[in-house]
């Protein structure tokens, strides 16, 4: 994160838009003071297995909770969910009201 930050004059990006096929969980989890950030506004994201994976959607629920609670804490609010089921897009802001699209 250090070069990204060389390459937006010492701040993080504003925007995070991630579509990592389900590697976002565990970027969170490794870098989670990254995302407490002040500079980083809004995250982007597709909840999404990992390609190939054998393990239960149960399972990856709980890493996205985990990793939805941890924003919540840095000061996220959920702002956007397009899904009627576990996966879907979503769109976190930091602060505001909580809304739903």
Known sequence: FTH???????????????????????????????????????????????????EPDHVWEARYHAMEMGLRDQGFVAKQCLSNSLWGVWVWERGGPRFVV
């Not at 390459?7 to 995070?16: D, H, M, S």
């Not at 590697?23 to 990992?50: M, N, T």
Request: charged letters at 20%.
């Open 4 to 54: 990204v930050k060389k390459l937006f004059g010492g701040k993080l990006p504003a925007v995070w838009f991630v579509d990592c096929d389900g590697c976002l969980p565990g970027i969170y989890k490794a870098f989670s003071s990254q995302f407490a950030d002040p500079s980083v506004r809004l995250v982007l994201y597709e909840r999404e297995a990992s390609p190939g994976t054998s």
